[in-house]
């Protein structure tokens, strides 16, 4: 079963590193300037989910309404201080198993794209020193469609020159799940089994997986 997991494509936040935090410090701040209370739990509805789309519900949280010229300055004024942030991330902030997972990969002769909702995703690549890990990154620049829509996925199984079925994403969000099934992926849900269920295999992180033990569940 190893040879048919040619590639690996990762989601980025929740799976290699925890930038959800800094993003729930920013819409925070945007949330207290607008005058109401964005909290953790409202924070969990944004997970893999489009910077539009996240204003689009932290606003329908609040209650506000904006026009669109509104919510074109709010997302920008969210992603300056979002970027502040993420400005300062250390390789320190990779999550456990992420890279060591990446290098075994690599040694195997796998195939890695990343395969992220996130506009800053090269960026956060390159503050973690993993860009090079990559051989393919196809993030919210390179497409339109958010998941569960399989576009992000069957971008970055052609980018890697695969058939979606020979490749496994990693995936946190249960819309993500969603996306890499629709594509034809098989995947790995990185997270609670409550929510992310349908995922062909479910772990807490990639520190409890080796290449072997993906292949041997997955046959
Ligand atoms: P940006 P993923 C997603 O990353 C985040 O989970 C989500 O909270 C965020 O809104 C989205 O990226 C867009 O991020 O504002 O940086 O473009 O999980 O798809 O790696
Ligand atoms: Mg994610």
Excluded at 65 to 73: D, G, S, W, Y
Excluded at 155 to 183: K, M, N, R, W, Y
Excluded at 187 to 212: F, K, M, N, R
């Amino acid at each position: 079963m190893l040879q048919t997991m040619k590639g690996a494509i990762f989601d980025l936040d929740g799976v290699i590193v925890d930038t959800a935090k800094y993003h729930y410090l920013a819409w925070r701040s945007l949330a207290q300037r607008l005058g109401f209370e964005f909290t953790e739990a409202h924070n969990e509805r944004l997970k893999g989910v489009s910077r539009m789309e996240s204003l689009r519900i932290l606003l329908e949280v609040g209650g506000v309404t904006a026009t669109e010229e509104e919510r074109e300055n709010m997302a920008v004024t969210k992603n300056d201080e979002y970027v502040d942030y993420i400005s300062k991330l250390e390789p320190t902030e990779i999550l456990p198993g992420a890279k060591e997972y990446l290098l075994e990969l690599r040694e195997r002769g796998v195939k890695i794209a990343l395969g992220s909702a996130s506009k800053n995703a090269a960026f956060i690549l390159a503050r973690l020193g993993i860009s090079d890990l990559f051989d393919a990154v196809i993030d919210g620049t390179k497409v339109s469609k958010a998941k569960p829509d399989p576009e992000v996925f069957l971008a970055a199984s052609a980018a890697l020159g695969l058939a979606p079925s020979d490749c496994i994403v990693f995936e946190d969000a249960e819309t993500g799940v969603q996306a890499g099934q629709a594509a034809g992926c098989r995947v790995v849900g990185i997270g609670s089994p409550a929510i992310l269920g349908a995922a062909d295999l479910v772990v807490g992180g990639l520190d409890e997986l080796t290449t072997q033990s993906i292949t041997k569940t997955s046959n």
